[in-house]
């Protein structure tokens, strides 16, 4: 209960967020009004010469001129108001400033917001490799392998709750190629399993019931659709290389120990077939869709695909109508094979669509409008965390978000990156820090969970970076979540309520800035003898308004005379500072440096950890 009133509380603040009142605390380059609109403080935005951020350079956009002759020679497409959205483009006649405008103008969708908002979500790996003891499958395993005993997905759904997960996400389909429900469309999958148990569906139910939002994970490579003929010259070609002494991969030496079996499925993945009118759903004998595709309860309509392309979204469309809608689809870009030469070209941009068309409010990982990867696999953030990407190519056209590097950079979104010449549109794009409570992604018995004091490390650096955390908590063979995961959860939800359920300044005045100590705003401490200590500040920023502080600082007030006491450069939805020694002070201020345009704070709060 404790954290739903702080939640509360931590969304109430983006409903009371406050503005700036003068331009000089900031040192920004241009001066503030009243909005007609709301009357709260925006820029006036004067000519493009009087902002210039930075000055090009060989490696900086060059503004290119518009044509002089246009159907509409008094539109300049690179002058007048720049409006908010999720994604803009950047055109040739933009100027340095004007991409600075528009990065600070790019905002989340409501969907993005939602799943922001949402902070910690819980991953289930569960599949085929739960019972082989593996992280990566070959697709050629016996469906009947898959054999848990029970599922109490309740108990991991309390598990999840006693953490603070807010959404759930299970491994529907791995790279193995197992799927965990009776899909029509391959013969793999635990229809084929003992008590043939629809885990997806269970999964969605005690996730509803429980008040949780679902997300889930559709692997696109697919070990069990690897061409016959292909997968066994490959497994000759990794017989070799072992009689010869070379060192194996995972996925080879997974191969080498299946070689006497071959793929599960339909040979579909990267067999060169052409790429063909496809009406979704593809109806099958007996089909017991028929009848509501018919009368229109269902929708149907055409896509252009090749065989494992029609199959991918096909289970796509099967997951979003049986079991939809969900609040997130995991698209995993890794491909086991790849090294192999065995690869499958996917025309995301169709996928992208018919999981709009099927589920609109869906925010795809790696999808356009959605979230990407935050870069590794340890549930770590960026210090400086940027939300407004820049993207070489058309998200819609790519997995990743079209970053001109990859997820992988450590600078994902600094005016550099955004002003390069490869940038040709600009994204809210949010980060997801995924990381695994034991070492393994899949249950394994001999593997320890984390213990309660480092979930709580990952969440301030993860949570507290501007990102969110994908906690994987993998159950084992028998159905259910260990004793020991379950304890270490309930341990870090404690954590997380003690620690950030109650916020030290709340009753204290808002302290706006007075123009001459450059504070975008602080708070007071309520009457207290003494003043608070504390040794954790938050901070955020109003995503209605996007991401726009590049640099700040935190200081104390103590016996009349400031300190500062921490600093940082990207805040964004959160940003927790976690401070060498607990500080005493009767009031607290945050000083913006640095920024796109006039940032719009959340009250600062101060919290005391356990420590």
């Avoid at 969708?109 to 003891?133: C, D, I, L, P, Y």
């Avoid at 990102?467 to 004793?483: C, E, F, H, K, Y």
Wanted: hydrophobic share 35%; aromatic share 8%; charged share 25%.
């Amino acid at each position: 209960m404790a954290r739903s009133r702080s939640r509360a509380r931590f969304r109430a603040r983006f409903r009371t967020a406050f503005a700036l009142t003068v331009a000089a605390a900031l040192a920004l380059p241009f001066p503030l009004r009243a909005s007609a609109a709301d009357g709260r403080p925006d820029p006036v935005r004067p000519q493009a010469s009087a902002r210039q951020p930075v000055q090009p350079s060989a490696a900086v956009r060059q503004p290119v001129q518009p044509p002089p002759f246009s159907r509409h020679p008094t539109a300049n497409p690179c002058q007048g108001p720049v409006r908010p959205a999720s994604q803009m483009t950047v055109l040739p006649c933009d100027t340095p400033a004007r991409i600075i405008e528009k990065a600070a103008r790019i905002v989340p969708t409501a969907a993005q917001r939602a799943w922001q908002e949402r902070e910690v979500t819980a991953f289930t790996h569960f599949g085929m490799n739960t019972f082989t003891g593996r992280e990566w499958g070959s697709g050629t395993e016996d469906p009947t392998w898959f054999a848990p005993p029970r599922l109490d997905v309740d108990q991991w759904m309390r598990a999840y709750k006693a953490a603070g997960a807010e959404q759930v996400m299970l491994t529907v389909k791995h790279h193995d190629g197992f799927v965990l429900y009776p899909s029509r469309y391959t013969p793999h999958t635990v229809r084929a399993s003992p008590g043939r148990p629809d885990v997806v569906g269970a999964y969605v139910r005690a996730a509803r019931k429980a008040g949780l939002a679902v997300g889930l994970y559709l692997s696109p490579s697919d070990g069990a659709e690897l061409p016959h003929a292909r997968h066994a010259r490959w497994v000759e070609e990794v017989r070799r290389k072992q009689a010869e002494g070379k060192p194996l991969s995972l996925p080879e030496r997974v191969a080498l120990e299946d070689r006497g079996r071959a793929p599960a499925g339909l040979g579909r993945f990267g067999n060169g077939s052409p790429v063909t009118e496809r009406t979704l759903p593809a109806l099958v004998p007996g089909d017991d869709r028929a009848d509501a595709v018919r009368d229109g309860r269902l929708p149907s309509f055409t896509v252009r695909a090749d065989d494992y392309g029609a199959y991918y979204l096909n289970q796509v469309y099967e997951l979003l109508t049986q079991y939809g809608p969900v609040e997130e689809l995991w698209l995993d870009g890794a491909n086991p094979w790849a090294d192999a030469g065995i690869t499958q070209k996917y025309d995301v941009r169709q996928w992208f669509e018919t999981i709009r068309r099927l589920s609109p409010r869906t925010v795809v990982f790696q999808g356009p409008q959605g979230v990407r990867w935050v870069g590794n696999e340890r549930g770590v953030a960026r210090e400086t965390e940027w939300s407004v990407t820049p993207s070489a190519v058309d998200p819609w056209s790519v997995l990743s978000g079209g970053l001109p590097n990859d997820s992988t950079d450590a600078d994902i979104g600094s005016r550099a990156k955004l002003l390069a010449p490869a940038t040709k549109y600009l994204q809210w794009y949010p980060a997801e820090a995924d990381v695994s409570i034991r070492p393994g992604w899949f249950h394994h018995p001999w593997e320890r969970p984390k213990t309660p004091g480092q979930l709580l490390a990952l969440y301030e650096k993860s949570v507290g970076r501007n990102a969110s955390l994908l906690l994987n908590v993998p159950p084992g063979r028998g159905g259910r979540i260990d004793a020991a995961d379950a304890a270490a959860l309930a341990g870090f939800g404690r954590a997380v309520r003690e620690t950030y359920g109650k916020d030290l300044l709340a009753g204290g005045r808002d302290l706006l800035t007075d123009g001459r100590d450059r504070s975008a705003g602080g708070r007071s401490v309520p009457e207290r003898p003494g003043g608070i200590t504390f040794d954790r500040v938050g901070l955020g920023e109003d995503p209605r308004y996007g991401q726009r502080v590049e640099r700040f600082a935190v200081e104390a007030r103590t016996g009349g005379t400031w300190r500062r006491i921490a600093g940082g450069t990207t805040v964004g939805h959160r940003r927790i500072l976690a401070l060498p020694a607990p500080v005493t002070a009767d009031a607290v201020r945050v000083r913006v440096l640095a920024a796109r345009a006039a940032p719009r704070l959340t009250p600062v709060t101060a919290h005391r950890s356990r420590a």
